[in-house]
């Protein structure tokens, strides 16, 4: 069965850093663009970064440039976000996403907190 497990979430101060790891099992991870989501409450879930299946070219959203950084190891089935200068406004629930758009196919992780905070 798909699995996309996260861990990394937590509690950080402001300005600290996180560095939240997404490990997928049961489909052909390297065949997938891998995205990373969030979702604070009372918004809409947007889209924060995304990296297509070799790596390489990754796209972030505005609000992130600069700070935060995508990465993926096929090898290991595994996604990254390193979050860096982390602001209040960064707090959200953080999601793992697959997509592969030839198969009109997508999976989700269970989502991670992420709560930056005095």
């Known amino acids: 069965q798909v699995q996309l497990v996260e861990s990394g979430g937590g509690l950080v101060q402001p300005g600290g850093s996180l560095r939240l790891s997404c490990a997928a099992s049961g489909f052909t991870f390297s065949s997938y663009t891998m995205r990373w989501y969030r979702q604070a409450p009372g918004k809409e879930r947007e889209l924060v970064a995304g990296?297509?299946?070799?790596?390489?070219?990754?796209n972030y959203a505005d609000s992130v440039k600069g700070r935060f950084t995508i990465s993926r190891d096929n090898a290991k089935n595994t996604v990254y976000l390193q979050m860096n200068s982390l602001r209040p406004e960064d707090t959200a629930v953080y999601y793992c996403?697959?997509?592969?758009?030839?198969?009109?196919?997508?999976?989700w992780g269970q989502g991670t907190q992420v709560t930056v905070s005095s």
């Open positions: 990296i297509i299946s070799v790596g390489g070219n990754t």
């Open positions: 996403n697959a997509f592969r758009g030839t198969l009109h196919r997508q999976y």
